[in-house]
């Protein structure tokens, strides 16, 4: 099967007056289907600025990135935004929820804009929040919900779109260590249930051991972590 997503030679300099910063230099990476992959890094090294290009959130300066072997037109931008509502989920370190939406309707965002919501959608909506342990906050707008509540609503929202891909960028890392883990399991059980590749971003090493294969960004290369280069696929 062809990988869900991929990138080839993907480079992003950034033009300074004291000279161009150069965040990724020529990285490759091939996502299959249902793969678990965690990309970890020191602060800074640019782990943030791959998954942003991996999404279609940020072009690349060099490079492409491929979705099942075609490349994304990045210059195409309604394309660009039709493709992540349709293949992409997105999990944040801030949840970003919409502050006058409640949970409920925080669910239903990333099908507004796309299609009419149907009563499918809307119980959908409900089991998520079933599954995250939420019911009884359907109708609690973020600002009346805990921290790890409004993460909970984030990352059913990833799923929402029934995406090949979710992409979580440090999703836990505003949270305490045992809420965090909660929430890895409850992130790795939709992933698995839902057939969803998964690409995670993160410092949590127990997190990262989670992932089916480990990945590491130095010096704006990926490597497999504690190895060479073989692995990226």
């Known amino acids: 099967m062809k990988p869900v997503l991929g990138a080839q030679g993907v480079a992003k300099i950034f033009p300074r007056s004291d000279g161009d910063l150069t965040v990724l230099a020529a990285c490759d990476l091939l996502v299959g289907p249902q793969e678990a992959v965690a990309i970890t890094g020191a602060s800074g090294s640019g782990k943030s600025t791959l998954l942003n290009i991996l999404g279609g959130l940020d072009a690349p300066t060099s490079g492409s990135v491929t979705h099942e072997g075609w490349p994304l037109d990045f210059a195409d931008h309604a394309a ?10 997105f999990v944040f370190q801030f949840h970003f929820l919409l502050p006058d939406f409640t949970a409920f309707e925080n669910l239903l965002i990333p099908l507004r804009g796309r299609r009419r919501i149907t009563a499918a959608d809307r119980t959908l909506a409900m089991e998520f929040l079933e599954r995250m342990g939420l019911a009884d906050r359907a109708d609690h707008l973020p600002g009346e919900m805990s921290g790890g509540e409004q993460q909970r609503v984030a990352v059913a929202r990833a799923f929402m779109n029934r995406p090949r891909v979710v992409l979580a960028d440090e999703p836990f890392g505003n949270l305490d260590k045992e809420i965090g883990a ?12 839902h057939g969803t590749a998964l690409v995670i971003v993160t410092h949590d090493s127990a997190l990262a051991g989670r992932a089916d294969r480990r990945l590491h960004l130095h010096g704006g290369r990926l490597a497999v972590a504690g190895g060479g280069e073989e692995g990226l696929r």
């Open 182 to 193: 909660r929430l890895g399991d409850l992130l790795f059980e939709m992933r698995r249930d």
């Open 80 to 89: 660009l935004t039709r493709w992540r509502s349709e293949v992409v989920g």
